[in-house]
Nanobody, 120 residues
Framework: QVQLVESGGGLVQAGGSLSVSCAAS????????MGWFRQAPGKEREFVAA??????YYADSVKGRFTISRDNAKNTVYLQMNSLKPEDTAVYFC???????????????WGQGTQVTVSS
């Protein structure tokens, strides 16, 4: 049973920084793609960032401001968010899939999400 547990969300002022993390369990994730989606109120879920064993991918809206990383020894993926904007306010979901192509469109496994709120 794959489990993804996010932590680290919260409230921050615009221009500030916040880091969220995701602890994965249930299998070995070192060869899996891992990433983040988000869903703002009244909007559909959207891809944010992803990481494989050798590459990273970002949505244009967060490129240059967010950094995704992973620690395979801890089965953990991180998302460092800098220069946050009110439009980054959303529930952030950790995701994983064996395929990077699938992960960026329709990941197989999802966490429960963690709220990130950016005040103006």
């Amino acid at each position: 049973q794959v489990q993804l547990v996010e932590s680290g969300g919260g409230l921050v002022q615009a221009g500030g920084s916040l880091s969220v993390s995701c602890a994965a369990s249930g299998r070995t994730f070192s060869s899996s793609a891992m990433g983040w989606f988000r869903q703002a109120p009244g909007k559909e879920r959207e891809f944010v960032a992803a990481i494989s064993w050798k590459s990273t991918y970002y949505a244009d809206s967060v490129k240059g401001r967010f950094t995704i990383s992973r620690d395979n020894a801890k089965n953990t993926v991180y998302l460092q968010m800098n220069s946050l904007k009110p439009e980054d306010t959303a529930v952030y979901f950790c995701v994983t899939d064996d395929s990077m192509i699938n992960l960026r469109v329709a990941p197989e496994y999802w966490g429960q999400g963690t709220q990130v709120t950016v005040s103006s």
